[in-house]
Structure formats: C-alpha cells, structure tokens
C-alpha cells in the first residue's frame, strides 16, 4: 500500500502519520491531541534519517506498526469486529513491506502489551475476556501471516543458505574451532549497538557530537586552527569545516542521534507520573526494554541472554535499531499524558506534582549537563588520529565538542522549561476561573 498522490518519501512520512493517528484514535484520543502526536511521531529524526540512508522498507514497515497496534487495542477494548479487521489488514500489509526485524520487534511491542493485558486479568479476574481477545487478537495475525505465506515460505527456504543459517564452516581464518551457530555471530549482531551514556541523545540531540559528520561552519575552534595553519587558507579551512567527525561514540557510522525530543520526552515523563493504569505500564516498560536492548554489547548479560535464548533474535544484526519501539511509546504515552492533564478526572495538585516531577528529572539532567557536562567526559573519538597531523586540531575538535553538548543542553534546558511553564501556568489560570465561579 503506497500513497500514490505523494511522491517518495512523503508517503512515507504520511503513512506514519496515518497509522499513529489511527494508533490514538483507537485509544479515544481527541482529534486534535491525534494530529499532534501524529506529527510528533512522523518528524521524530530518525524515522526521517533512514530515507537518506536508503531504508525504505524499513520504513515501509514501520508506518504499518502503530496501525497494527491500534488494531490490538481495539480488540482489548472490545470493539472486536473493528480490531480483528484492523489487525489482520494491517498485518498483511506489515509483513507485505519486508522488513522482518521490524516486525519482529513489533511482536515485542504486543507481547509486553499482552503481558500487561494478562497481569491485568489476572487481578481483575478477567480471564475468560482475555482468552477470547487473545485469541482474536492471534487469529487476525495468522490471516495477515496467511496472506504472505508465499514470501515467507521463500524467504524461510532463502535464509538457510544466507548468513543467518547454519554455516558450513568449522574453522576460522587463524585455524582455531569456529563456533558453529543457526545465526549471526554476535560481533555482527551488535556491531552498531547504542551506547549507554549515548542514551541521552534521546534528549539532547549532540549530545555525543552529532552524527558521524556535521558542518561546524566558520565560528567553531576547528575553523580557526586550520585558518592559522601557513599551509592551509581561508577557504580550505571553510571547505574542511563542512564535514567534520564530531561524532566522539563507539559506533562505526551514525547519520544523525536518534533525538525524539526534549519535549516529548518530558511530557513521557510527565505521562509516567500522571497517567493510571496498564496503557502506562506497556508504554513505559516497552520503553526502558527497547533502550536496554539497544545497549547491546554494552550490556552484555542482556544481549546475549536474547541472542542465546529468544527465538530468531540472533537472525538480526544492528541492535540499536529496536530503539524503534521507544520511537513510537514515547510519543504515544507523551500525548497520553497531555490528555489526561486536559481533563477534569484528575485533581489540580496530582497534576502539578506530576508536572513538577517531570521538570525536576528531565530539567534538572538538562541543567546538570549544561553546568558540569564539559568536565565529564574526555570527548575523544576513535576517529581523532585523522586530525593529528595538525597540531592543536585535536584539541579544537574537542572544544568543539564541549560547546556542542552545552549549546544543545542550553537549548533541551530551554524547551522543557518553557512547556513547564505553559502547562504550570494552564493550570493556574484554570484555578483563577473556578474560583470566580
């Protein structure tokens, strides 16, 4: 299913509209509360990111996911008709656009939501209702899975003569054993795997330098020590100066930080503290179990726990990609958490405590960054020795990129305060009114 009236990548991005929009109006989102998560998800960077790098299935698959999601939800909701339709169509189309890792990260997504569903029954002594949607809810998938069972009979038959099946092999190169396995090694699995402090990109987008290349223009450290140089002008310094690896992580090559927002991520937070009941739980464990995961040889009990023991988990490489379901639960319990604090179900001073909560996290990091974040970390990438050549150019480098995690702290410290106040003074003036009421 394309939008054949957009060209590409547009239809893309529309797609990702559409099925978080849809995603929100199954959980009775008003409309307008809807387009903005819509939006909020749509632009998230890197869902945008991946169409330069050629993903396009990727991101063909992920625009099916919010709608599967959506369809789910209507079926735990009791619209059973709607959901099953919803559920199997989108399904079909979700596996239809061939990308398994996505869609295998999003049976993650629905299994800790069916975790939380069946926790839920369980105290609630809900359990009939949650077999007969369960079994709806699997039913719906086995179609979508029935419609391409052609592809993936192929793909199935293709991948045991791929890297991902067993190898032939029984040697390495050094002629000591070769682990034999029915997957990728794990050096491949977690070649691109987030770093733990990188985690904070999420909120401040430079935090660790931008993407493996940014243009630090004319008014940075770097531009000035080439300009210096006898042998390298004006002009040579500002050509240089255009493409620069700032990036200072352990991974090999990032086009940009997966930055999903300082706002959103304070209103996620503020959604962690004010929103009730099994939608947050999901969100928020859905949440923390993608950014761990995202971890990979970084956090290697975890990582090779999955690799050993999860099913098809080892067939993917590039762990730091499942941080696509924070892409999608962040915004989802951020707009959650603005349509509660619109509503008159919960009490003024639950919603300041929430709001202040939010702000004393998230903005207290924010200014923690920006007051010591210089002194920290040494700021050093693995890339540096091309720059060495030039004395001082190092050093530049580097105070390049203490002012890039100031200037980025500065501005998440700006934002998050700024949607504080809005919301804190909201409330305020809706004290005023009942008042003179």
Not at 29 to 35: C, D, F, R
Not at 43 to 59: D, V
Not at 193 to 204: A, D, K, M, Q, V
Request: hydrophobic residues 50%; aromatic residues 14%.
């Amino acid at each position: 299913m394309h939008c054949v009236f957009l060209p590409r990548p547009a239809d893309y991005v529309f797609l990702y509209f559409l099925g978080f929009f849809l995603l929100l109006t199954a959980l009775n989102t008003e409309w307008k509360l809807a387009i903005l998560g819509a939006l909020s998800f749509g632009f998230s960077t890197y869902l945008i990111i991946i169409f330069g790098a050629g993903h396009n299935a990727k991101a063909h698959a992920i625009g099916y996911m919010p709608m599967v999601m959506a369809g789910v939800i209507w079926v735990f909701k009791r619209k059973y008709l709607l959901g099953f339709v919803v559920t199997a169509l989108a399904m079909a189309l979700e596996i239809n656009s061939n990308h398994p890792q996505m869609t295998y990260y999003l049976g993650f997504i629905i299994l800790i939501l069916g975790i939380a569903k069946l926790i839920e029954a369980i105290k609630e002594k809900t359990h009939t209702s949650f077999i007969k949607q369960s079994a709806i809810i699997v039913f719906a998938m086995i179609l979508g899975l029935g419609v391409n069972s052609t592809r993936l009979l192929a793909m199935k038959e293709y991948a045991s003569f791929s890297t991902r099946g067993k190898t032939e092999l029984t040697i390495e190169p050094d002629g000591s054993p070769k682990q034999v396995t029915n997957g990728l090694s794990k050096e491949y699995i977690t070649e691109y795997s987030y770093g733990i402090t990188e985690t904070f990109n999420l909120f401040i987008p430079r935090f660790m330098g931008g993407g493996t290349y940014e243009n630090l223009g004319k008014n940075s450290s770097f531009y000035e020590t080439l300009k210096s140089h006898p042998q390298i002008g004006a002009v040579q310094a500002s050509q240089a100066s255009n493409q620069v690896l700032t990036y200072w992580g352990d991974q090999t090559i990032i086009e940009a930080p997966a930055y999903v927002g300082a706002v959103l991520m304070f209103l996620f937070l503020l959604g962690a503290f004010l929103v009730k009941g099994t939608l947050k739980k999901w969100l928020v464990a859905a949440t923390i179990f993608s950014i761990v995961l995202s971890w990979g040889k970084n956090f290697e009990i975890i990582t090779n726990l999955f690799i050993d023991y999860v099913p098809l988990y080892n067939k993917f490489r590039a762990v730091s990609s499942i941080q696509v379901i924070a892409e999608i639960c962040v915004p989802l319990l951020g707009i959650l958490a603005l349509k509660e604090f619109f509503s008159n179900e919960i009490s003024t001073d639950d919603k300041k405590n929430a709001l202040k909560k939010a702000f004393y996290i998230l903005g207290g990091l924010s200014a923690f960054f920006l007051i010591f974040g210089s002194s920290l970390f040494s700021f050093e990438g693995f890339r540096d020795a091309n720059y060495q050549q030039i004395p001082g150019l190092v050093d530049a480098l580097i105070s390049d990129r203490k002012a890039m995690l100031f200037q980025d702290s500065l501005r998440s410290f700006i934002l998050i305060s700024i949607s504080f106040a809005i919301l804190w003074f909201f409330l305020k003036i809706k004290s005023i009114k009942q008042r003179q009421l």
